[in-house]
Each structure stands twice: as structure tokens, then as C-alpha cells.
């Protein structure tokens, strides 16, 4: 008599939900994998350093206050400009400013460090003539230009912040 393998197709999919609304609860994390290339997730990445986490954004609508209007009062609609975008006070534009500064010049760190390292491995004398060499030295000159590239776009988005 011959049995058939046992399905965990709906065990998997069931099991993946679960996961997947656990994770988007979590924070979001920046990672840098030994290439310099920089994920971020809400879940671990294999292989990568945790380098920074940012918490979950609040709810957008804050609680209503005590003494606030019922639902049979009429409701503020949030401030807009002419394009119907909806405007932030200064305050928290400032406090998100800062953030937003802070996280590029925390990335232009990192990037900054993976050119020095790069650098110095593609600074190592080069007798060897092999193709494979040569490959490697291509690719360091390819992960060289590429940091050098990231570090001028990071520093003109810094330079665009207010």
C-alpha cells in the first residue's frame, strides 16, 4: 500500500499569516549586509548587521480628548494646502526634519566607513594576474564607485532638508 506525503500547503499558509501580521506590529530596522548594501525590514535579515530600528509610526488620528465633539458634532478636517495635501504644523515637521537629518548622516557614516574599508582591501598590491583577480579588483572598483555615488546622494538629500 502506497501512502501520500502529508500536505502542510494550509498548515504553511496559515503558519506565513501569522508571521507576517506579527511582523508588520514590530519596527522597521536598517541592515548592512558584509556588501554594504542596506535593507530595512521588520524582520531579521540573514546575513546583514542590525545598524538602527525605528519605531512604528502613531496612529494618525490621535484619540479624541476629553470634552471633545460627539459624533453628532461636526468634525475639523485637518489642515490642507491647495492641492488637497494635508499640512503638518511646524512643530512636528521640525522634530521630523531632525529625524530625518539624523538618519542620513547615520548613513553617510556607514557608507563612508564601507568606502574606507573598500578602499583599503583595493589598496592591497595586485601580483596577481589572474582572471579571478582581475574580477576581484573589477568588482572592488565597481563597490568603490558605488559608495562614493551613495555618499554624494545622501549629501545632497541632506543638503535639501529645511
Known amino acids: ?20 501580521t506579527t511582523a508588520l506590529a514590530g519596527a522597521t530596522c536598517k541592515y548592512v549586509d558584509a556588501e554594504g548594501r ?7 535579515v540573514k546575513d546583514a548587521r542590525k545598524v538602527m530600528c525605528f519605531e512604528p509610526v502613531p496612529n494618525a488620528t490621535p484619540a479624541p480628548k476629553r470634552g471633545a465633539p460627539t459624533a453628532s458634532a ?9 492641492a488637497g495635501n494635508v ?9 521630523r526634519d531632525l529625524d530625518r537629518r539624523r538618519i542620513l548622516e547615520d548613513e553617510i557614516a556607514d557608507e563612508r566607513r564601507l568606502l574606507d574599508e573598500a578602499m583599503r582591501t583595493a589598496g592591497t598590491p595586485a601580483g596577481d ?3 579571478q583577480a582581475q574580477e576581484r579588483r573589477k568588482a572592488l572598483q565597481d563597490t568603490i564607485s558605488r559608495h562614493e ?6 549629501r545632497r538629500e541632506i543638503g535639501s532638508i529645511r
Open 1 to 20: 500500500m502506497h501512502r501520500s506525503p502529508p500536505r502542510f500547503g494550509p498548515l504553511l499558509a496559515l503558519l506565513l499569516a501569522c508571521m507576517s
Open 38 to 44: 542596506v535593507t530595512f525590514a521588520n524582520v531579521p
Open 74 to 82: 461636526p468634525q475639523r478636517k485637518p489642515a490642507t494646502d491647495f
Open 87 to 95: 499640512r503638518v504644523d511646524p512643530d512636528t515637521q521640525k522634530r
Open 129 to 131: 594576474v589572474s582572471p
Open 149 to 154: 555615488k551613495n555618499i554624494q546622494a545622501i
